[in-house]
């Protein structure tokens, strides 16, 4: 990744995308430390140091929920009005039908992600009101103060689509994803500082402090692996005249990632585990939130092991599901058939549909299972150790490790066009 940027940096246009990514993330991190007026943010540390949902939340905004700046909410609204439109354009015929329409139906589907996306900030933004006015929080509790909170995040969220925007079409990298790995990356010092801060109170010693080091350096290597695995299905395509010219057949293949749908799968799972406790906070007195938090017989006790075992269930469940809800195996088996392209061995038609689902099913559950062993690390290192606050787990991982290894090909590619000598050596 390093030499790759230092091999852009040589070709002008490249530096000028570089120059201008990095302007942009030094004024979006500057935002991060503008606070929202009416809230105290000091009463705000126990929300964020529990490991529930608002630490997650607070890890993809680089601390910025902590500190509840303009910036609090980062681009959540955006990921979950994309996730939710994704899923709708699979279940509503108009979406599904813009969505085949060419560059001007996805203009269309990401106009709508956009709208959408202020709505969910609206909506969350309320949400993060009502939190913070039940902690005590709140130095302002009229409805001015409500007004100008709704109105400062919201816009913080909107205005940070729009830099992550600016970046994709003038800078380098997916801007949305630059910001979330900016905002992971930033927690790291917080992190290595936590470990030395236990080592110096004799919590760790210095065989625990090596042995988590080692396990988050394998944890990293494994995760480069396993993202840059595929599982190839061979696709052949017959030869076949046009006019008075002969294609000769090819062939090629259909690449399915194993981790494709870990992080998504992992931020469902989240949100269904972690849901039910965040309700109960709010009505702390009833039977509904005895349950969630004190029974045994719930499984939304974090750190107990009907948790885990509910987590990494769900986990594994959503991989599959998202997987074959994206690829679509039917669709691949009629295109494929239309195309006059076949699978050795494997009949066109429904035959083909059959054997590409079946693979999908395969993969789909090993990534589960691999997904869930990167969600579940953080889980243990808290349950039987005492490095309980590092903000990078190993979801922070797979999303800094994806982000990573997809830029760098963009990047990559980009000196490819420009045939860079020193890059095609």
């Known amino acids: 990744m390093l030499s790759t940027l230092r091999n852009a940096w040589k070709v002008p246009e490249l530096r000028k995308r570089l120059l201008y990514t990095l302007l942009i ?3 979006f991190r500057m935002g991060n430390f503008i606070p929202v007026p009416g809230v ?59 969505s085949k329409e060419g560059q001007e139906g996805r203009k269309k589907i990401q106009n709508i992600t956009r709208y959408s996306a202020v709505v969910f900030g609206v909506i969350q933004a309320f949400g993060m009101y009502a939190i913070i006015q039940r902690s005590g929080a709140l130095t302002d509790n009229t409805k001015l103060g409500l007004f100008l909170i709704l109105i400062t995040m919201t816009t913080g969220s909107v205005f940070l689509v729009w830099l992550g925007e600016q970046i994709t079409a ?32 004799g919590d ?12 988050v350096i394998a944890m990293l290597i494994g995760v480069i692996i396993v993202t840059l695995s595929e ?22 293949h259909i690449p399915i990632s194993p981790s494709s749908s870990a992080i998504i799968a992992i931020i469902f799972a989240m949100s269904v585990m972690q849901f039910p406790g965040t309700i109960a ?8 939130a ?50 006059s392209g076949f699978i050795p061995g494997i009949r066109p038609g429904e035959p083909t549909m059959k054997y590409i689902e079946k693979v999908l ?18 889980i243990f290192l808290s349950m039987y150790t005492n490095f309980k606050d590092l903000a990078f787990g190993g979801t922070a991982i797979l999303i800094v490790v994806g982000f990573a290894l997809e830029t760098s090909k963009q990047i990559e590619s980009q000196l490819v066009m420009r045939h860079y000598q020193g890059f095609l050596k």
């Not at 003038?170 to 801060?197: A, T």
């Not at 906070?281 to 509904?288: A, D, K, L, M, Y």
């Open 204 to 215: 760790a010693n210095f065989i625990q402090v090596v042995t988590l080091v080692a396990l």
């Open 361 to 378: 099913t395969r993969v789909s559950i090993l990534g589960g299972v691999y997904a869930a062993a990167i969600a579940l690390f953080p």
């Open 290 to 339: 005895n349950f969630v938090l004190n029974s045994k017989w719930s499984v939304f006790r974090s750190n107990t092991w009907p948790y885990i075992v509910t987590y990494f269930i769900l986990i594994v469940f959503f991989t599959w599901f998202y997987t074959q809800i994206t690829f679509k195996p039917d669709e691949m088996a009629e295109n494929m058939h239309k195309s």
């Open 231 to 252: 599982r190839r299905i061979p696709v052949q395509y017959a030869g076949k005249a046009a006019g008075s010219r002969m294609f000769k057949g090819q062939s090629t």
């Open 40 to 98: 105290n943010t000091e009463s705000l540390s126990s929300l964020t140091s529990s490991g529930n949902l608002f630490s997650f939340y607070d890890l993809l905004s680089g601390g910025a929920f902590s500190r509840f700046s303009i910036f609090a909410m980062g681009v959540t609204p955006y990921i979950n009005a994309s996730i939710i439109v994704q899923l709708l354009t699979f279940a509503i015929p108009t979406l599904e039908q813009m």
């Open 170 to 201: 003038k800078g380098l990298g997916n801007g949305i994803s630059l910001i979330i790995y900016v905002n992971i990356i930033s927690r790291v010092p917080q992190s290595v500082y936590s470990i030395i801060n236990l080592q110096k109170t």
């Open 281 to 288: 906070t709010f009505i702390p007195e009833s039977g509904f």
């Open 25 to 27: 993330l030094v004024f």
